[in-house]
């Protein structure tokens, strides 16, 4: 969970689905300040190239989350096979026992593509691709990880929620 969650932080950075409307990830400094949400260890160089590599690996995320469940698999194979992946058991900081798909010392943005090719493996057993969805405000393309009871979120933020609910309700009020 903790891995889908990193996507949604992840992909959410882009502009259109950042809650300020730029890309959130165009600088070093903005990569520490996400990473600086999430337990990652390891290799982390902080320099352009990691950037870049890190907002290539977020347009894919981006696009596997609104795959169909057949499509998802062949990208990430393709993905754990590229990064060479071989799952083994790591505990460390307050993480107990928990996966890592490759070395500490791989690029940042390969790490990030084996374990959350790792995550999405889990979804895509589970059958729950459905609970991966876009942000249902007509002007948010936001990613929504739904762990609701009932599979019913539709929306990235309560702000684009409420914004929905009240041009719903100023709508009813219009017309009636």
Same mark, same amino acid.
């Given at each position: 969970?903790?891995?889908?969650?990193?996507?949604? #932080?992840?992909?959410?950075?882009?502009?259109?689905?950042?809650?300020?409307?730029?890309?959130?990830?165009?600088?070093?400094?903005?990569?520490?300040?996400?990473?600086? *949400?999430?337990?990652?260890?390891?290799?982390?160089?902080?320099?352009?190239?990691?950037?870049?590599?890190?907002?290539?690996?977020?347009?894919?995320? *981006?696009?596997?989350?609104?795959?169909?469940?057949?499509?998802?698999?062949?990208?990430?194979? *393709?993905?754990?096979?590229?990064?060479?992946?071989?799952?083994?058991?790591?505990?460390?900081?307050?993480?107990?026992?928990?996966?890592?798909?490759?070395?500490?010392?791989?690029?940042? #943005?390969?790490?990030?593509?084996?374990?959350?090719?790792? #995550?999405?493996?889990?979804?895509?057993?589970?059958?729950?691709?459905?609970?991966?969805?876009?942000?249902?405000?007509?002007?948010?393309?936001?990613?929504?990880?739904?762990?609701?009871?009932?599979?019913?979120?539709?929306?990235?933020?309560?702000?684009?929620?409420?914004?929905?609910?009240?041009?719903?309700?100023?709508?009813?009020? #219009?017309?009636?």
């Amino acid at each position: 969970m903790e891995s889908l969650e990193f996507v949604v #932080a992840l992909a959410n950075t882009e502009p259109g689905s950042s809650r300020s409307g730029e890309d959130e990830l165009a600088t070093v400094e903005q990569l520490r300040a996400l990473l600086s *949400r999430f337990i990652y260890t390891g290799r982390i160089d902080y320099d352009e190239q990691e950037l870049a590599d890190v907002r290539a690996t977020r347009t894919l995320l *981006r696009e596997i989350w609104v795959l169909d469940r057949d499509d998802a698999v062949e990208v990430v194979n *393709r993905m754990l096979r590229e990064a060479r992946a071989l799952p083994f058991l790591a505990r460390h900081d307050e993480l107990d026992w928990h996966l890592h798909a490759t070395s500490p010392d791989a690029p940042l #943005a390969e790490r990030i593509r084996a374990e959350m090719g790792l #995550a999405f493996t889990d979804v895509i057993r589970m059958n729950e691709m459905d609970r991966l969805r876009v942000c249902g405000a007509d002007d948010c393309d936001g990613l929504v990880l739904d762990l609701s009871r009932n599979g019913s979120k539709r929306f990235c933020t309560v702000r684009c929620g409420n914004r929905m609910n009240m041009i719903a309700f100023r709508e009813r009020k #219009a017309a009636g």
